[in-house]
């Protein structure tokens, strides 16, 4: 279970900075609400390409928001489309927060890693399990047994 989380890319985005650097081709500038430091601050890392330039995703609840205008505020659409992620509610940047409250972040991010490992991994097994109850049901029906 320890490999999920150590293995799992979204980690590295606890660190504001690090969720920053995914902001290079941001359409966006500092002039504007929603520039890069103000995204990444909000928890938003870039997932966009050439032709979707303004994708983004929070690193916690998972969010993916699109179509910014530059007048945006980052947390407030955030909070608006997400408002249970723990993150949009503490509305914090990273050097501002308690080490409780950044702490209280990771182990959401931990905990959320792992559900979505479980979910995966469940839903896996529900398709094999699948797959073994049509077998079965294929062999009763060309067997004789289901006459006997
Ligand atoms: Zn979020």
Redesign the pocket.
């Known amino acids: 279970m320890e490999d999920v989380v150590k293995q799992s890319p979204l980690l590295d985005y606890l660190i504001e900075e690090n969720r920053r650097k995914t902001f290079k081709k941001w359409v966006f500038s500092k002039n504007n609400a929603c520039n890069a430091d103000k995204m990444a601050e909000a928890?938003f890392i870039f997932v966009g390409n050439r032709i979707d330039n303004d994708s983004v995703k929070?690193f916690?609840?998972n969010?993916a928001l699109e179509g910014w205008e530059p007048t945006d505020d980052p947390w407030q659409e955030?909070l608006k489309h997400?408002p249970n992620?723990a993150?949009?509610k503490l509305r914090k940047p990273m050097m501002q927060m308690t080490l409780n409250e950044f702490l209280d972040i990771r182990n959401a991010l931990i905990e959320s890693v792992i559900s979505s490992y479980f979910d995966k991994y469940i839903s896996e097994i529900d398709e094999k399990s699948n797959k073994c109850e049509k077998m079965v049901a294929e062999l009763i029906k060309t067997n004789s047994f289901a006459s006997t």
């Open positions: 928890g929070c916690l609840c969010k955030h997400s992620c993150l949009a």
